[in-house]
């Protein structure tokens, strides 16, 4: 089992940047893990942002947010990073960190979810 813990999330400005860290469990499991970021705003459903393959060579994006945010992963750290520049207004959500099993690069079917950090982003 996957433990996943999120951290970074607070208040910006809009135009601002944050830096979104999740420390996971276990270095074996990680590394082998795809790994992701999802987000829920309020009133809506969870939504994709990013991925990241377990290598980290690649990574993929959602339209909303390509060109300004930016997913990396330290696989000797356990820990996968969402760099988040020119934040928007519309981008104030809950973000949790996920993790699923395997070398498929994909925005659905992760296993194991952290808890949530909040990013509140002010006009």
């Known amino acids: 089992q996957v433990q996943l813990a999120e951290s970074g999330g607070g208040l910006v400005q809009a135009g601002g940047s944050l830096r979104l860290s999740c420390a996971a469990s276990?270095?074996?499991?990680?590394?082998?893990?795809?790994m992701g970021w999802l987000r829920q705003a309020p009133g809506k459903e969870r939504e994709f942002v990013a991925a990241?393959?377990?290598?980290?060579?690649?990574?993929i994006y959602a339209d909303f947010v390509k060109g300004r945010f930016t997913i990396s992963r330290d696989n000797a750290a356990i820990t996968v990073y969402l760099q988040m520049d020119s934040l928007k207004s519309e981008d104030t959500a809950v973000y949790y960190c996920?993790?699923?099993?395997?070398?498929?690069?994909?925005?659905?079917?992760?296993?194991?979810w952290g808890q949530g950090t909040q990013v509140t982003v002010s006009s």
């Open positions: 276990g270095r074996t499991s990680f590394s082998s893990s795809v």
């Open positions: 990241i393959s377990t290598s980290g060579r690649s990574t």
């Open positions: 996920a993790a699923r099993r395997g070398p498929t690069l994909i925005a659905s079917n992760y296993n194991y």
